[in-house]
């Protein structure tokens, strides 16, 4: 598939702003993905003081957190779809604005009410790279497609990596609030620079859009996330928690019968259970629960007081600069990723990926002591989330008709969502119980660390067995007829321009 030739301009009119748009397209997007990851993260190192400062409870603001999580985890797939349907760079930009709208209500406000509010609203911007994803594939060649879209899935660690140490330098020295503006500044120059620099896919699946089934998945996937997140806090085995794992199991059950039922699903569940794309999400899940743990366990570790024996007590800043260079290794690092895609196919990218994280848990667990081993490990734990994570969307748009990839890539990323936050609630109850008193405080064990090494590590070489049971790479016919009309739909769309 070649590059879509330029719009043509009226005569006498310049093709400079076209082509600078062309050429500014892949950076934009990436931008936008960074800013998403980092707007998820600023918010960690005022969660300590959320309390004092917006006189609630910790219990309230823990739900800043929450609150973000089940907007991405409900929003992905519902925006995925959207995006199929009624234009992909317009979703974008939609999701990009609600991020922006709710950094802004947090610079104005230090209301709980209004803050969770705001949080949920930045939660849209989880779809930021399963639509930006979709859109390099309609929009580049194939030369460049690979490496544009292993960048695009880098975004993720490289904004992570970065948002932790600029908010803390931001909170350390000025009020907090000025951390929202800033973001919100940042969010309102991506929404120009996307509505300029992005040009709209004429690659479309008309068709009403699934009132019914949206409901269903929010409806579980709240239940089911909800439960997750707070089975700690609130107890496993307590009847909230049971009610809310009963009533995930029940409602999904029923959504996944009207799906298969609907004339215009909101997932195509057909799809999804190819093997090739089924596994592919089973992958996203098991390498999002161990890619998450290294920054949860990481954080935590050298933050813990020195009267442990093994803590560091460093601050929340240098604790920031420690996970900085696994955000830069997974810059450079993407390029490589897309390198081997296409030499030797995306599963076998993903299953490299998944072994080099358990190789870094495996550092992780040799030496925990001494900072530069614990940079180490994290970095290693790192350059395997590049790998599998760029390795992920490639494998998708493989996989599945070009007008379905939105909303394919937003169940991936599903996946990956759910998998972080189920990572999130197995590491907590692992380090809760295996914690002593220091200083009258309980603090985890090294022992409760490296056990949650151990558990991410295997949870890791699950993923590669996964990534190595998916079928051959090689595009089905769906995907090829799917692609010629993806060239004629460009086609008639210039001719038309």
Partial sequence: MGHPAPIPQPPGTSTAAPRLRDRLTIPVLASGGILMAVMQTVVVPLLPDLPRLTHASAAAVSWMVTATLLAGAVLTPVLGRAGDMYGKRRVLTAALGLMTVGSVMCALSADIGVL???????????????????????????????????????????????????????????????????????????????????????????????????????????????????????????????????????VLALWWWQQLRAERPLVDLRLVTRPRVGLSHVAALLTGFAFYANSLVTAQLVQAPKATGYGLGLSIVATGLCLLPGGVTMLLFSPLSARISTARGPRVTLALGAAVIACGYAVRIADSRDLWMIILGATVVATGTTLAYSALPTLILRAVPAAQTASANGVNVLMRTIGQAVSSAAVAAVLVHHSSPVG??????????????????????????????????????????????????????????
């Fill in 440 to 497: 009258g405080v309980p603090v985890p064990t090294l022992h409760g660390y490296l056990l949650a090494f151990a558990m991410a590590g295997a949870i890791a070489l699950v993923a590669c067995a996964a990534a190595l049971s998916i079928p051959g790479d090689e595009p089905s016919g769906d995907t090829r007829r799917a692609g010629r009309a993806t060239r004629g739909a460009r086609d008639e769309a210039m001719e038309g321009a």
């Fill in 116 to 250: 969770i509010t705001a949080r949920a609203l930045q939660g849209a911007a989880a779809s930021v790279v399963p639509l930006s994803i979709s859109i390099l594939r309609d929009e580049l060649p194939p030369e460049r497609r690979g490496s544009a879209v292993a960048l695009m899935s880098s975004t993720v660690g490289i904004g992570a990596a970065l948002g932790l140490p600029l908010a803390a330098l931001v909170v350390q020295y000025a009020d907090w609030h000025t951390m929202f503006w800033l973001t919100s500044a940042l969010g309102a120059l991506g929404v120009a620079a996307t509505w300029w620099a992005v040009r709209e896919s004429p690659v479309r699946e008309p068709g009403r859009f699934d009132v019914l089934g949206t409901l269903g998945l929010a409806a579980g996937l709240v239940c089911l996330l909800l439960g997750v997140s707070q089975g700690g806090q609130w107890g496993w085995g307590s009847p909230r928690i049971l009610g809310l794992f009963l009533a995930a199991a029940v």
